[in-house]
């Protein structure tokens, strides 16, 4: 039996949130007023941003109208996710916080709970966060609500996504391209998004763009983006009996509202039928309302309502000032507590008995607790497409490691239509990724060439020059239950450093939440790496967003460096069916040497490390020098130098130690993968020196091996920020992790440890130094590589320089 | 006198610029065609980007076709910066490039080099760089060409912006925004932009959004954003005598810039005598041509021209296919190289003579070298802003240091109209910089609300939610010649790590070009530090822009943690002085303990680091622990740590060093700043502990200790990824970076130096455990933070704790 709200019933339930709201602000006893107001009852330190809360409080009455009348399953988004007041208001209101935290429960020792905790220490803290009941997304950092809101929406035809785009947020960057998302949704088979432009003219302290802009301005700047704009300016009612007493001009907002649904479910019904139009218009709301609505309208002389005076604690010192305490207690005072709440706190069954009820309220929508609603994916056995490897010419035989990913991952596509996507900013085919097009098209809604086939309707794949967009859509399809892959060029994830920032934030705070259940983990999958941009150079390597991983809690995180294809076939079958972390995996998309078989890669990623033997002196003694590799490149040029050695100094023992799994580094105490001393050692010999060469920056081995006794040991190469358009080998050559590099250092250091060998060493340094002078001038002279670089036959090129007199 | 070019000079010489680019990418040998195409005439790597050349090089013709016919000074930026041969061609033509480098100089010898060297090592790479002349802006990573265009037309009123946005690039979220940038360009005292959207619809293999758009979409759009569209479609001339040969629509293209120009000139002329109308709408030309135009139409049973096949390199593999070695000759001689070249392979008169000349030439316009140009600053001497310090107290009274550099900026705001400028995302005054908006407005020329006296038409500071438009804006203002700053929120600055990253590139390569000039510093200013996030909270802590600035070239790269208002000053005086170079400067905007005079301040910032004598033990003898802090929080409870420490137990010996240049601390060999073995021996005895509290993320200081010896004796404290809504104090000590901790950390390092006073340092770590429990229930029970944290009264609650029995 459904009960309508009246517009009176909305404004009521708009006093009790607002009222709700500024008390979490401001009370730390007297919750309900019902005692004259006293400086002892505010808390000692005001926390909180009181400007955008009634706007949300507005907009939450309206959606849960909505739901109600239309029976629809809704999730809100929060872009002003400072806004923790108003949604907990909401959220306490419709009994969702009560279920999930019983102090909060919907009665008066729950009003009062919530009320005094909110941003105490322990309590609500002023944003929102996983542990606000219905939240995906916490509004900190400003710019990625909206696309995040599409991202659940995908393959969810059911749902409708509400998102309060704030007219700060929508000054960002991804905000603006994010209006572009309608042209990736399928009305047939995904859910709708009823974006809510909260226009309330300030930021902080300035004007906001989009509070300056005309009316014409904005539904033609939205009308270009493709949306049906319904422009609505909430304000005072004229028809209001008691003017102290706060009334919306609830029917327009209402007819907005119904404007908007009545849009959405026409379009969902026509696509469905079969009747849809191409350039689907869906509807976007721009509601104009004052910043800080039904605040004091002026204090110390100065205007509050409506100005950036009211963004965060808009009556500043009531402990201390008695006219602040004076004009706290009427503005509070003006929403008429006494008539919302009964004497024992509770609110009053009129103002909450209409609002959705069970899985339909905000709180408890089940897309916003994704974990509780995964499925694990259906994955084929990744040993199918495993690569043969000759265990007696190792490395003789090229592939492209994405190349023979993108099959695996073709398949699983296939397995997993609709809770499936790859989330792509630069393009799958760059990536090596091209079969999955045979199995999925790049779904685009707009009307797209007839002549190209893998562009369509509906599809896995999910194409934006946006590494933005990408990855709030992800983090939006991710949290609402499902599974995705996000493939991208090195060098150009570090443009979402910050989010996936954020995101490890929320990682680390959902494990903190009893009733939260983990998501699929997000897996980055980069690729075109820094060390073959031929046709890019200088600004396409940057291999820092590792580092930045690294910072976040151990706990969720995960960094991957397979150096071949069937090591990246297992790594990525793992990721995939892993929860809750973020795995960052570095592949190669260029015909690289394949070095192992799936069983033994298998068992090489189970450790995370090996000793490879078969590029090792063949030797259970003492070990003169470790050559430790972790990357693609890194691994092969150390391979190679390992064999060059070997050859032409057979009495030197050399082992290599291939690192697959970057963080088994970290010590045992900081990361569950971390080895501990006695394993480390026994890959490490102590005293033993080691060469590292490595795929990114040499600071991230640094901090990884900060703990382990004896560092001076370790030679760590990487990248040192030297590029252009060259060759391969040149760019390897320009960083010092070369083969030749390589074997210079270990003869360095095997002269040290064994004296018998000194003199070789010197010689046969000169000699590979001269080899390598030599490399580069054919590099220079040709315009082309090194031969074989490609082919990497190493044998023909190591037999030529052993041949060499030295 | 003018030579303004005929439709017929202007199609020549775009069949110049694009046989030119195809050879660049094609050719080693035979450069003009003169003997038949053989398949050694052929590079070995064929690098680069076809599809974008011929538009860029359309769009270059029209530009300077303006340039001579209104002798106007325009500087080129070009977000396709991978069309790098269609930029070069035009350079070889116009003589800059020969006039920068003697082996490109026009004649048959430098059209040959041109050819030839182009993706060859040690040749022009496949994107602009520095190397390029004309540029700032490489084009690499796609989204900041709009807004840096902006940043290089404000307050250069004379100056034409011609900026060039793909349709991959207008994707990008940062493009997406930078639109809004002309309602911050006043046409009275800054310069014109003409955005050209190059709409070719395709990007490496996918549709483009802004190709998908119809033509009403896209004039919706830009009406929306505040412009006035120009749409025009190129595409071959239907007049062409012989269709063999590429003739474009000139008269059209020509039609729409002079549309363009015109209304740039009639808007400034009415703004510039006083007539300017509200929301001036600018032009923006919205370019369709088809994808790699002029292109073989099909090739292999494929079409080519018009589709993603061309994006690269479209005719594929001349060297070994016999037919794409005939599609490429047909291709190449199409353009008639013998009627566009002489015998001797420099280019006809009749092709160049119309060209713009000295400093009108795209290449040689004096704005993009922005360092030739810069004149210093008139700075005031910053020792007048000195807040005084009582040496017999230092610590006493507390300050805001960003107040007060506050003022200092408002005056060198005053000294500096119309170059320099404050670059801010999120708001001068949140910053506390107020006080430079009793200088300048916040410039915005839409409307805004006649109450606010702080926005208007002009000013010098430049507020906008978007630390992408904030950072490409000011890079176009310092590239140009120009002085600024940036102070942002530190969590958010992350937003911008990957265009710090790329500008740190485009510096390392600047000082590499012999002619090009260093210009002014990037100056970052962080504050609103993630230890005060009151209001915020978990997401607004994210110190990790740092530890991306240590993984870029030493030369180029500062870090400076100032530990008090005047050591803020100072660091800023000497910012605003210094030229190529990424300052990062992180500061504290809530009051906090000052602790040195101006002379204090000089001296420390000139040394980098120092031993702080009065937070020390009185010995010249034997340190037993070294008390390191870098940051204004670290550092405070550093100093209330040794002072409890020095009134506890006086027998331990303490010495507490600040470091506020960060790379002192790497190896002498690795940065300019960096310390020798001796210097850092001084500060940090050999052997002795040392207790290291730390502002940002712990691995930074791994890294930068990394190389220096006996690194078991640092013990790390800093940001671990702990937080949420809490008191300041319970912040400290949940990352472990609290007073009580140092103390416990130093007891403990303190017992083992000094077997006698164990016994001692075990009882007072105790004691000192049990205080900080306490103070944590405090914070909890009451809501507020430790008694006097924030006043820093360090004497009472020393005394306090020393009164208790231990």
């Given amino acids: 039996m459904i009960q309508r709200p009246s517009l009176a019933d909305l404004n009521s339930y708009w006093l009790a949130t607002n009222y709700l709201s500024a008390a979490q602000i401001y009370l730390r006893e007297n919750p309900l007023l019902q005692e004259p107001l006293r400086p002892d009852h505010i808390k000692p330190r005001l926390l909180g941003h009181w400007g955008t809360c009634p706007g949300i409080n507005l907009i939450a009455a309206h959606l849960n109208r909505l739901i109600v009348n239309h029976d629809q399953p809704t999730l809100l988004i929060t872009g002003p996710g400072h806004g923790a007041p108003a949604v907990l208001s909401n959220l306490f209101l419709e009994g969702s916080l009560g279920e999930r935290y019983r102090e909060y429960k919907l009665d008066g020792e729950g009003a009062k709970n919530l009320v005094r905790d909110f941003s105490w220490p322990g309590g609500f803290p002023s944003h929102l966060t996983p542990a606000t009941p ?9 710019g990625y609500a909206l696309a995040t809101a599409f991202g659940a929406a995908m ?15 929508a000054e960002t960057g991804p905000t603006a391209t994010a209006w572009h998302l309608t042209k990736y949704l399928n009305p047939k088979r995904d859910g709708a998004v009823l974006p809510i432009v909260h226009l309330n003219q300030y930021k902080i302290a300035s004007r906001t763009i989009f509070g300056a802009m005309s009316d014409d301005e904005l539904r033609d700047l939205f009308h270009g983006y493709g949306y049906e704009p319904i422009l609505i300016e909430a304000h005072d009612s004229e028809n209001s009996a008691d003017e102290r007493i706060p009334v919306a001009n609830h029917r327009e907002v209402a007819n907005a509202f119904d404007q908007a649904i009545d849009r959405i479910q026409k379009l969902q019904r026509r696509w469905r039928n079969g009747e849809g139009e191409p350039r689907p218009r869906w509807p976007v709301i721009l509601l104009r309302s004052p910043k800080g609505w039904t605040v004091t309208k002026e204090l110390d002389g100065e205007r509050i309502e409506g100005t950036h005076r009211s963004h965060q604690v808009p009556v500043e010192d009531p402990r201390n000032d008695p006219q602040h305490l004076d004009a706290l207690d009427r503005w509070l005072r003006s929403y008429q507590p006494e008539t919302l709440f009964e004497e024992d706190g509770s609110p009053k069954p009129s103002i909450i008995r209409w609002l959705p009820k069970g899985a339909r309220r905000l709180g408890m929508i089940p897309e916003a607790n994704g974990g509780s609603i995964r499925k694990p994916m259906t994955i084929p056995d990744w040993k199918q497409y495993e690569l043969d490897i000759d265990r007696n010419h190792r490395g003789r035989e090229t592939a492209s490691d994405m190349k023979t990913t993108g099959e695996f991952l073709r398949d699983v596509i296939d397995n997993n239509r609709g809770r499936f996507r790859l989330f792509c900013p630069d393009e799958l085919n760059s990536n090596r990724l091209g079969a999955t097009l045979d199995a999925s098209q790049r779904q685009f809604v707009w009307p797209t060439p007839a002549d190209d086939p893998n562009i369509g309707m509906q599809g896995s794949v999910f194409e934006m020059l946006s590494e933005h967009t990408c990855q709030a859509c992800m983090q939006g399809y991710l949290l609402t239950g499902r599974h995705a892959i996000f493939p991208c060029y090195e060098a150009f994830v570090s443009i979402v450093d910050s989010m996936m920032g954020q995101y490890a934030k929320f990682l680390k705070r959902s494990d903190e939440i009893e009733w939260r259940d983990q998501v699929s983990s997000f897996n980055y999958l980069l690729s075109s790496e820094g060390w073959r941009q031929d046709h ?10 590792l580092n930045m991983l690294l910072n976040k809690k151990a706990q969720n995180v995960r960094v991957y460096l397979p150096p071949d294809a069937n090591c990246l076939l297992s790594t990525i079958d793992h990721c995939m069916r892993s929860t809750g972390k973020i795995n960052l995996v570095i592949a190669s998309k260029q015909p690289m040497p394949q070095w192992l078989s799936a069983e033994e890669a298998e068992e090489h990623c189970r450790n995370g490390l090996s000793i490879w033997d078969w590029a090792s002196s063949p030797t259970d003694e003492t070990v003169d020098v470790v050559l430790a590799c972790a990357g693609v490149y890194p691994t092969a040029e150390a391979v190679v130098a390992s064999r060059l050695l ?8 050399i082992r290599l130690v291939n690192i697959t799994d970057l963080l088994i580094l970290e010590q045992q105490s900081f990361h569950p993968h971390g080895l501990n001393n006695e394993q480390f050692d026994h890959f490490f010999p102590p005293g033993t020196p080691v060469i590292f060469n490595f795929h990114g920056y040499p600071s991230a081995i640094k901090q990884l091996l900060w703990n382990r006794p004896g560092h001076e040991r370790f030679r760590i190469n990487g990248y040192i920020e030297e590029g252009t358009t060259t060759t391969p080998f040149s760019l390897l050559a320009a960083n010092g992790i070369d083969r030749y590099t390589l074997v ?7 002269a040290i440890e064994r004296p018998e060998l000194r003199e070789r060493c010197v010689q046969t340094r000169t000699h590979f130094q001269d080899v390598r002078e030599e490399m580069l001038r054919h590099a220079q002279h040709n315009g082309e590589d090194v031969p074989s670089f490609t082919q990497w036959e190493i044998e023909p090129l190591a037999n030529a320089v052993q041949g060499d007199p030295i």
Avoid at 155 to 169: K, M, Q, Y
């Fill in 744 to 750: 210079d250092q270990v003869l360095c250091a095997g």
């Fill in 155 to 169: 393959d969810n035809p059911d749902l409708l996504v509400a998102c309060i785009v704030g007219d700060g947020e």
């Fill in 646 to 653: 070997r050859q032409t100094i057979p009495d030197l023992r």
């Fill in 536 to 545: 890019n150079g200088y600004s396409h390597q940057m291999p820092g967003f």
């Fill in 134 to 142: 219905g939240t995906i997304h916490e509004g900190g950092e400003l």
